[in-house]
């Protein structure tokens, strides 16, 4: 039998972790063929793969962002192929079954409901005539207009579950793409606007495997490994041995990635992870979703902030792992001015990534089923996104979107991190403000439809500052110079400014820097740097900072030349002199 596992992954670097688990279940009475696409790709190419392999049966994971893609290549696949079973499983179809059976009607032969490697298998021993239909648990079907659901398995044993990780196929992509591991399944909170709140406990993997399978990954070549437990530290022993070995058997240039729970995280754990963990190997993945108590009890969300804050501030002090913080927009009874202040309360604690999201009423979940009660109007496909509530009308959805476009252009592409700062404490009223009225200054002017190059960022924002009272100028230019220059090697070709200083002067300016180099640093003196570097490899701006004060953390304006030396392979060297040192004739 000719059996194919497959699934539309958002990009290619993604690796489909579920159906991995369910070829390695099936074997070895069974083995299934892995085939991946992505939602990129034109339906017609994947149903052409796919019928060219001739399957006896395909099984596809669903998934929110993959689902009506996943429709068209059934569509196409059933009418190409009619003898070829279809079966579906993943997040996406296993609830609402109801719906699903109705719409995909004559397409679909079954879909598995929730956890599949043990329904899986015994759908694979019914179709080689092994077992009866009756016998294949977690399924449901339709039969003569009739609706079949068959009762849900006993949970596996994950610590008998075989690896997903060792198949000869995989080998050569482990080091191209990120490799997603599991350690438990299950969460232990009951957060309404999600689906992990469904399945009740927390289940753990075997740890001595799941080691054995970090170190197989390892050495072949993997570069990013995502654990996708949905709390990670709920058990702090657990998180503690694994942490600790991650620690000692890192391979240089891997990075782990995590879904941690802030507020049950304690300061000793942090400690040891500032104490020992080397820089970069670890990275933090914390959903906050909003500040306001009353959405937090409405969605039941038990979240203490001030512990959140101590745990992200004690990471952010120790300076070895990045974090990344996430928000919902839209959640129940929080308007535009909660959410404001929810960014505000998040933004303050200066994560490396903010992601600003919107609520999806997923099929499954309780917001979905009291969708009513809170008044929401949404889009009924997937990925089901809302467009309005009872406190939050479309208009604000509208402008909260165009933040985020901002916020994902200046803060977490980490463009412009000095400019950003100066201007969210010293120019806007909060760090909302900025991020909102730049976002809907740039979709005013139309460019949220056309593209953009670097140099596109630094205009469109000294752009949107002229058109504001009471901003110095000449501070925010000289940062946003700072902040292009710092991001080059070399020389850059382009500059995003119009300003340049004249021939003679910039002459005058380097015969000076050869003669006198202790104007540009101890440092720079110790270059050795002759005339021919200097002219090749340097930059000279007119600055109104001293960039010594600047870098002690004080803006002081002052009159000077922003000297920069591009070292190949380091960041540049920056130093900052006073005009007044330079004598032109």
């Not at 512990?307 to 129940?332: C, N, S």
Request: with cysteine; glycine share 4%; hydrophobic share 40%.
């Amino acid at each position: 039998m000719n059996i194919l596992l497959t699934t539309l992954n958002a990009k290619y670097i993604h690796t489909n972790l579920a159906i991995r688990y369910l070829k390695a279940y099936a074997r070895p009475e069974f083995d299934p063929e892995i085939v991946e696409f992505t939602i990129k790709e034109p339906a017609l190419n994947i149903v052409t793969e796919l019928y060219q392999r001739k399957p006896d049966l395909v099984g596809f994971s669903c998934y929110i962002w993959n689902i009506e893609e996943t429709i068209k290549v059934i569509q196409m696949l059933r009418a190409v192929s009619p003898k070829t079973k279809i079966v579906l499983g993943g997040p996406e179809v296993s609830y609402d079954l109801h719906y699903w059976l109705r719409r995909l009607d004559g397409l679909v032969d079954f879909i598995i409901m929730g956890e599949g490697e043990y329904s899986f298998k015994q759908l694979l021993r019914y179709v080689h005539e092994e077992i009866p239909l009756e016998e294949v648990p977690g399924i449901a079907y339709l039969k003569d207009g009739k609706m079949n659901i068959h009762p849900q398995p006993p949970k596996v044993d994950l610590r008998e579950m075989p690896s997903p990780f060792r198949f000869e196929e995989d080998r050569d992509s482990i080091s191209k793409r990120i490799q997603y591991i599991e350690t438990s399944r299950g969460c232990p909170f009951s957060c309404q606007f999600c689906l992990s709140s469904i399945e009740v406990g927390v289940r753990y993997f075997d740890r001595e495997k799941i080691k054995e399978d970090i170190r197989y990954l390892m050495a072949n070549g993997a570069k990013t490994i995502k654990f996708v437990d949905r709390t990670f530290n709920i058990s702090r022993r657990y998180a503690m041995d694994m942490f600790q070995f991650l620690i000692d058997e890192h391979v240089p240039g891997v990075v782990f990635q995590f879904e941690i729970t802030a507020d049950i995280m304690r300061p000793e754990v942090i400690q040891f992870l500032n104490d020992h963990a080397p820089a970069g190997l670890f990275r933090f993945e914390i959903g906050v979703q909003s500040t306001n108590d009353l959405t937090n009890e409405l969605v039941k969300r038990k979240q203490n902030f001030e512990k959140l804050k101590r745990t992200v501030t004690m990471v952010k002090e120790g300076g070895k792992i990045d974090q990344h913080l996430d928000l919902i927009a839209g959640l129940p009874e929080e308007d535009y001015e909660s959410f404001r202040k929810t960014f505000n309360d998040v933004f303050e604690m200066r994560p490396e990534e903010l992601q600003l999201g919107f609520l999806k009423l997923l099929r499954g979940t309780g917001l979905r089923i009291e969708s009513e009660k809170f008044g929401y109007t949404y889009v009924d496909i997937a990925p089901y996104e809302i467009l309005s509530n009872n406190v939050l009308s479309f208009d604000d959805i509208i402008r909260i979107k165009q933040a985020e476009d901002v916020l994902e252009k200046y803060w977490n592409a980490h463009r412009m991190d000095g400019t950003v700062e100066y201007l969210v404490t010293e120019v806007f009223e909060t760090p909302f403000d900025f991020f909102q009225n730049f976002g809907t200054f740039w979709e005013e002017k139309g460019w949220s439809r056309i593209g953009h190059q670097l140099e596109d960022l630094f205009t469109r924002l000294d752009e949107f500052l002229r058109t504001l009272p009471n901003v110095n100028l000449g501070i925010v230019h000289s940062l946003m110079k700072l902040d292009f220059l710092s991001k080059q090697q070399f020389h850059p070709r382009k500059l995003w400014w119009d300003e340049r200083i004249p021939k003679e002067e910039l002459k005058a300016i380097n015969k000076k820097l050869i003669e006198t180099p202790e104007i540009a640093g101890e440092e720079f003196v110790q270059m050795k740097v002759n005339e021919k570097e200097l002219v090749k490899h340097s930059l000279i701006v007119p600055f109104n900072l001293d960039y010594e004060a600047y870098q002690n953390g004080k803006i002081v304006v002052s009159d000077t030349y922003l000297f920069v030396f591009f070292r190949q392979g380091n960041s540049p060297y920056f130093a900052t002199f006073p005009k007044s040192v330079i004598v032109t004739e």
